[in-house]
């Protein structure tokens, strides 16, 4: 295979072609990366058309190739944002200095340690959501859900690059063992706890793209205001797709929030789900759930690691560069809500140790507005509901209320009290198992499920009953 093939198929703005050691090393990879989406990727459906967007530059919002594509078909390219040359570390000790284009030996193993984190979640999503296709609640979310898998993929390839091009032999050996690790594997689980649990329905998916691809774009944003310059530019063009993906979270559940009140109205609270529906108050539970699971990815919210971070330039607070104050924080505080003597109480830590409570807090402020959404919905069809983020301290397995029985509420309650509420706070396995009964794939064009309103609108301008997925024939 000549360089100039091997460039073709692999769409990119890095000129790939003119680092041969770089290309060998992508070339390697590339092959097990087909190999594991063939594995692990989407069971079934690999021989179909799917109308999807392909990146072809950083400006994906206008100018990407939209178009009929076999998954296993779809060109996973490399794209960096354009450089700043004027680009200067925005906080941290080295702030004011020019950002680096070369990894500093000193800060080599932290850099690829947060790569490699962030990289282990790309495929890990994919692996998660491998089985929903089949019960897919319209052609619509089918092609929804092929557009985020394809680009979880791509992600993969951003991270996989920066190991590839920046940490020699270490960053080859990286490249490789994300794809070895697997979620929910026994031996060999994906890094975060989250990430090894399963999507098993649809609401689940929603949620998922709502609530943990939310915990991605700030963790992206963090890592966008990198001194490693490589790495923000890598991560600022994934947050430009990343936006779609919280936009199938955000519009999913306001379409499930929206057909269970039209269900509400016409047969009565009680009643939804013997018409099929999800009620209100189990949309709750999965959100709690979800939450929660998602609030753990941050890691303590006190973190001397995070503290590093941050003062050696490698990760910033989300929008660093908007913030009012002397970015380097060396003696700054920030309120963090903690467990003390017995109740939950707000106490002033370092800022720096509070980085992870921080990127927290503005990860909550934005969870805040999608909800804001679903209760628009909610009250729009006269109904007297609403949603609510339940209490940071809810159901922690990570930080500082791990293990703490705190009830969404923000009440701290005794360990039987909290066991005895768990089946109206949680999804139960029954609650699982009727949502799961309500997941049975509809894919004539234009038809919706009965558990979900249709989209506002289509895709690219398509009409809803657009046939965005075309079969091939069924053997
Ligand atoms: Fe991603
Ligand atoms: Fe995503």
Same mark, same amino acid.
């Given at each position: 295979m000549t360089t100039i093939d091997y460039n073709e198929r692999i769409p990119n703005n890095v000129s790939l072609s003119d680092n041969r050691r770089l290309l060998r090393a992508l070339e390697s990879w590339q092959p097990k990366y087909m190999q594991w989406w063939h594995e692990m990727g989407p069971v079934g459906f690999q021989g179909d058309d799917v109308y999807l967007r392909t990146a072809i530059n950083t400006n994906i919002h206008r100018e990407s190739d939209w178009g009929y594509v076999k998954l296993p078909d779809y060109r996973w390219g490399i794209f960096l944002t354009d450089p700043d040359p004027d680009r200067v570390i925005s906080h941290g000790d080295f702030k004011g200095e020019p950002v680096w284009q070369e990894v500093p030996g000193e800060f080599r193993n932290p850099l690829r340690r947060l790569i490699v984190i962030q990289g282990d979640t790309e495929p890990a999503s994919v692996e998660q959501q491998r089985h929903l296709g089949h019960t897919c609640p319209s052609l619509y979310d089918l092609r929804n859900i092929f557009q985020v898998n394809v680009e979880e993929g791509r992600h993969l390839w951003a991270m996989v690059y920066l190991l590839d091009a920046h940490f020699g032999r270490d960053g080859r050996d990286e490249a490789e063992a994300l794809l070895e690790r697997n979620s929910g594997d026994a031996d060999k689980p994906r890094i975060l706890g989250a990430f090894n649990e399963p999507t098993p329905d649809w609401l689940s998916f929603f949620m998922f793209t709502f609530f943990t691809d939310r915990d991605g774009k700030f963790q992206l944003a963090s890592l966008a205001e990198s001194a490693f310059d490589p790495l923000s530019r890598t991560v600022q063009f994934m947050l430009r797709e990343e936006a779609h993906h919280m936009f199938i979270g955000t519009t999913g559940i306001e379409r499930v929030v929206q057909r269970t009140c039209e269900l509400m109205r016409t047969h009565g609270a009680d009643d939804v789900r013997r018409h099929g529906g999800i009620e209100l108050p189990l949309i709750q539970k999965y959100l709690n759930l979800h939450?929660?699971?998602?609030?753990? &990815?941050?890691? #303590?919210?006190? #973190?001397?690691?995070?503290?590093?971070?941050?003062?050696?330039?490698?990760?910033?607070?989300?929008?660093?560069?908007?913030?009012?104050?002397?970015?380097?924080?060396?003696?700054?505080?920030?309120?963090?809500?903690?467990?003390?003597?017995?109740?939950? +109480?707000?106490?002033?830590?370092?800022? &720096?140790? +509070?980085?992870?409570?921080? &990127?927290?807090?503005?990860?909550?402020?934005?969870?805040?507005?999608?909800?804001?959404?679903?209760?628009?919905?909610?009250?729009?069809?006269?109904?007297?509901?609403?949603?609510?983020?339940?209490?940071?301290?809810?159901?922690?397995?990570?930080?500082?209320?791990?293990?703490?029985?705190?009830?969404?509420?923000?009440?701290?309650?005794?360990?039987?009290?909290?066991? #005895?509420?768990?089946?109206?706070? &949680?999804?139960?396995? #029954?609650?699982?198992?009727?949502?799961?009964s309500l997941m049975q794939s509809v894919t004539e064009p234009g038809k919706m499920a009965n558990w979900i309103a249709p989209p506002r609108a289509g895709i690219n301008d398509k009409p809803i009953d657009w046939e965005y997925v075309k079969f091939a024939p069924r053997e």
């Open positions: 939450f929660s699971v998602s609030l753990d &990815l941050f890691g #303590s919210e006190l #973190s001397t690691n995070a503290a590093t971070y941050f003062t050696a330039g490698l990760k910033g607070r989300f929008r660093e560069t908007t913030r009012d104050d002397d970015h380097r924080l060396r003696d700054a505080t920030y309120p963090v809500l903690g467990l003390a003597e017995g109740r939950i +109480a707000e106490t002033h830590e370092s800022a &720096l140790n +509070a980085m992870n409570a921080t &990127l927290q807090d503005d990860y909550i402020e934005d969870c805040t507005r999608g909800l804001t959404k679903w209760n628009r919905a909610i009250a729009q069809a006269g109904i007297d509901y609403q949603l609510t983020l339940p209490h940071r301290g809810f159901h922690r397995a990570v930080g500082i209320f791990a293990g703490a029985h705190v009830a969404p509420d923000g009440r701290l309650v005794d360990r039987d009290a909290w066991e #005895s509420q768990r089946a109206g706070w &949680l999804p139960t396995d #029954s609650d699982r198992a009727y949502v799961g």
